[in-house]
């Protein structure tokens, strides 16, 4: 059974400081892995999809890697914004569909 | 562009009552269809999944059930609700044949069980 866990749970950083979130699987036979960001009460707003085939993803200050083989993720947030507070969740993308999700991490960014 | 929508927003109901959440979803045709559920403070666990018109697998055994009366519409329900049935519940979509297998969540239904 696939499990997805994400340290550290909460992280509070002052603005402007580049951080990394990380998340950890661990079954290596995935189909990829996805970053998302869920505002309090909302739902989910993907922000980066890996391939199990490739190694990292990135979107403006966002960048995602990819170590299958060690079933680690990361996602960098580059000079960090009070916009950027919010739950980060990791999936990890079976097939179909079928994700597990690990419980996220709260991060604050404070001004 | 497509949107999925999901309603109530909000639903407060006695422990026993009967539940129906909808979601449905515009701008594509012939989508995967995902029901997810969100403790406080944790992730999502996936309930159920729909790769078309009545075709509904269940991930965990619990109180729920689901259906697909239409391509587009994914109905969540219950005959009697448990305590343990509070939650967020998410609805998802996915093309399906997208290479980047990418899911489209909607805003979400908070379910209160009292």
């Known amino acids: 059974k696939q499990e997805v866990t994400q340290i550290p749970a909460a992280l509070s950083v002052p603005e402007g400081e580049n951080l990394v979130l990380n998340c950890s699987f661990t079954d290596s036979a995935i189909y990829n892995l996805q970053w998302f960001r869920q505002d309090p009460g909302k739902g989910l707003t993907s922000l980066l999809l890996i391939q199990s085939s490739q190694r990292e993803q990135t979107s403006g200050r966002l960048n995602a890697s990819l170590d299958k083989s060690s079933g680690r993720s990361t996602l960098y947030i580059a000079a960090s914004q009070p916009g950027d507070s919010a739950t980060y969740l990791c999936a990890v993308n079976i097939n179909a569909g079928k994700s597990t999700f690990g419980d996220g991490t709260t991060l604050t960014v404070k001004p | 562009s497509q949107t999925i929508h999901q309603w109530p927003a909000t639903l407060v109901q006695p422990v026993g009552s009967p539940l129906s959440l909808e979601c449905t979803v515009e701008g594509t045709s012939n989508p995967n269809l995902y029901w997810y559920r969100q403790a406080a403070g944790r992730g999502l666990q996936l309930l159920f999944y729909s790769v078309g018109i009545g075709q509904i697998s269940s991930e965990v055994p619990q109180n729920l059930s689901a259906s697909r009366p239409q391509d587009r519409q994914f109905i969540l329900s219950s005959k009697k609700l448990l305590l343990s049935d509070s939650g967020f519940y998410l609805c998802?979509?996915?093309?399906?044949?997208?290479?980047?297998?990418?899911?489209?969540f909607g805003p979400g239904t908070r379910l209160l069980v009292l």
């Open positions: 998802a979509w996915m093309n399906r044949g997208d290479i980047q297998e990418t899911q489209y």
